[in-house]
């Protein structure tokens, strides 16, 4: 249980599994920070070097040129603005007809996606512009330097009345320094007209999107607003003259796919990572799948098992996973590819979900594909408003009718579930039927604000669901996979252990699972946005303290940057360990994957104080102070913190102890539980855990009795009668050891006598056998050699001692002895 509870809190910080914030917080502390280190100190080159430092400088200076050039993608960048420009002006005139008319909220939506397409294209390109742009201000300040250096030499040169031609080529120098330098000003000055260009663009965007944000929540789409007219009153068929039509369409369906080469090209870098990680996920997938059909555990073939999919579905879970990162990853990607992912994904889940679910609801889950393709044509094709509600109608009616069809009878369905899940969405399908009638009542009154969002929950919920379900399943197989396979390489690790891991990975998967399924309910509802924005209002709201000023966002991502670190720190502990490990793919000696975890825990750790620090805007340099009063605490009163601390990464590198060894240090016997930065866990045979300080380990004498191998010598003396024959003892002796299986043949036993001694002829037996059963090993052998000497007539003699006490007579003076004494033998 103690190894259960070390292990625990290696899951704490697996709930923040976005990295991509990691590396956002690292970008920003970064890009804070300025490398002066690079920068050659600005002092005169010496007379007798300056020759050879020219023609470096030139060398410099040629290759700089060609690093100051704008790139391919930047060329690029410049020759489609003016077209996209044209592009965006066409579109927000038509956005602004769009917001006149009286279009429905699906439609808002699509338009809103576009502009955000249009959004992540142009923040692609401005990403591109910052990257050249940071790039040649790095050059600038590198040649601002070499200028002074320069300038500085030239002085020093004439100073010393060097030669004419030498301070020329100095000043030629100089010269070429000057030109690159306003060169580079000349690009850079591109660079920043040409960001200035798109931010206006952004402007546009902006404004558009916050046009039809703000027409979606005007009275005209509030869920109790009477859009239309009631059903009965509504003239099927007639159209008033002076009557016109309701919605400007302002995309069609090629339309949905514009801009995707352009977006692809944007996305070039995370689909080239994609890439990498599909390829390591097949990998790792098929790995399992092989290991698992090696070991064949009990009840992997069981389809409620996780394991079945593994074993089943290797490729169809690979690509399930692939597709939702990838949904994930590419934000603002053209409708109809969203809408690909999501079909994909529809069908994936299904094959994925089917066989954990009930065979009378196993043809149910085909419905969800036919719901799909009927939200999906409210989005490409055009309704009139009459026609649309007629459709919504016939939707929600056809969905209420499946429902019924496979639930019916309610109760005696409900009773034979018996899946948690299952449960959970029988329970609310009796909300479901309420939403589905509110929304049929509210689409004849002509409330269709209303009658679309209820129909829009109940359907979009239900396809998540299933979606969501199916991610679960997928994850749980691929983790819990790999813990099985490695479990059964390890026979001697504890069934508690796979059992603990199992239950805290399920939990943390359905955290993570439900966490998302969350975003997208929010994002389903178009609350995400309102929360998101009330959320960085407060967030970003300073408050001030004496002279300290802070956001309660900042004090957020220093705390969250630090469990960060942690939780990943924990997480390379685990999956870097020896036990269930990846570094065992390397074969690596026992004891280095232990040595590079520790390395990369604690500089996570550090790595993760300074981002977080930088969140807080604190300068490291005020802690000058307080490093040298540590410096002195270090010297007087944590000699013996530091010395544990140093003694510790000696035990990590030189690794003269591992975890599993049976060490004997200051008369302590027992095996290594844990090696710390400060203390090592030693669980002695009497069942105590000692922590003892690593300097003990390094300073005092060790003994480690399972270092280079784990067998140990056991060493049996006794004696037999005089007149036994040696011979036949020595052949017992050595029979007695054989006998047992767990007794070394390589080096064998040997028996050995030793001499006479007072009352018997003594022999020595000497044996090899593994550590751990050395005391049971010399019990039985030495009850076998009991048995064998009794059978053989071979006595083991017990030693005799004669005391004579004898009475001397005539003797005086000492009372002892005398007449009338007796002597007794």
Known sequence: MKQLSNLRHSFVGSIFLILPLYALAFQQSATALVDSTLLRQPEAIPITSVLSEIESARDEIAVNYEKIKPGKGLIRIDSLYNVYKEVLRIKEEEAKKFLNSNPNRQKIDNLILKWEE????????????????????????????????????????????????????????????????????????????????????????????????????????????????????????????????????????????????????????????FVFFGTGLFALILYIRNRLRILKP???????????????????????????????????????????????????????????????????????????ALNTIKTYFWFSSTNYRIFMLVEVLLFVGVLVYYVRPYRETKAEISNSLGKLVLNLVPLVYLLSAISVVSNLLGYTNLADFLLKVSLNSALMLIIAYALFLSLSSVVQGWLYQRYLRNLHQSPELLIFLKKRIQYVIRFIVAVLFVFFFLNLIDEWRTIHEAVSSFMTEPYKVGSLSFTLGSIFMFLFVLTLSYGISRLIAFFLGEEFGFMHFFKLPEGIPAAISLVLRYSIIIFGLVIALAYLNVDLSEFNLMAGALGLGIGFGLQTVVSNFISGLILVFERPILPGDTVEVNNLLGKVKKIGIRACNISTYDGAEVVVPNNNLISNDLINWTLSDSIKRVEVLIGVAYGTDPNLVLKVLKDCALKFDYVLVDPEPSAFFTGFGESSLDFRLLFWVPFEIGLRAKSDVCVEIFNQFKTENIIIPFPQRDLNIKNVSGSSGDGLTGPGKDQVS
């Not at 030499?153 to 060097?162: D, G, Y």
């Not at 690009?187 to 040409?194: E, Q």
């Not at 490729?315 to 934000?331: H, R």
């Not at 009930?358 to 889950?365: H, I, P, R």
């Open 118 to 273: 249009y959004k992540a294209q142009l923040m692609g390109w401005q990403t591109d512009i910052t990257v050249y742009a940071s790039r040649n201000m790095r050059l600038l300040e590198g040649f601002r330097n070499e200028g002074k250096i320069w300038n500085l030499t030239l002085e020093k040169a004439k100073e010393e009345e060097a030669p004419p031609e030498l301070i020329s080529s100095i000043e030629s120098v100089i010269r070429d320094f000057s030109k690159i330098e306003q060169k580079t000003k000349q690009n850079n000055n591109i660079y920043l007209r040409l960001q200035t260009h798109i931010n206006q663009l952004l402007d546009i965007q902006k404004s558009v999107v916050d046009a039809l944000y703000e027409k979606k929540s005007s009275e005209t789409y509030d869920l109790s607003y009477q859009r239309h007219p009631p059903f009965w009153a509504v003239a099927f068929g007639k159209k008033k003259p002076s009557q016109q039509v309701d919605e400007v369409r302002t995309s069609t369906l090629s339309d949905s796919l514009s801009g995707t080469p352009e977006l692809l090209r944007t996305h070039r870098t995370r689909l080239l990572w």
């Open 298 to 372: 009990e009840g992997i073939e069981a389809p409620d098992s996780y394991l079945y999919l593994m074993l089943k579905m290797p490729l169809i879970t690979g690509v399930f996973i692939l597709l939702a990162v990838l949904k994930l990853s590419l934000a603002s990607t053209p409708k109809m590819i969203e809408d690909f992912f999501t079909l994909a994904l529809l069908l994936l889940g299904i094959v994925i979900v089917r066989p954990r679910v009930q065979q009378k609801f196993k043809s149910m889950l085909y419905f969800s594909i036919l719901f799909w």
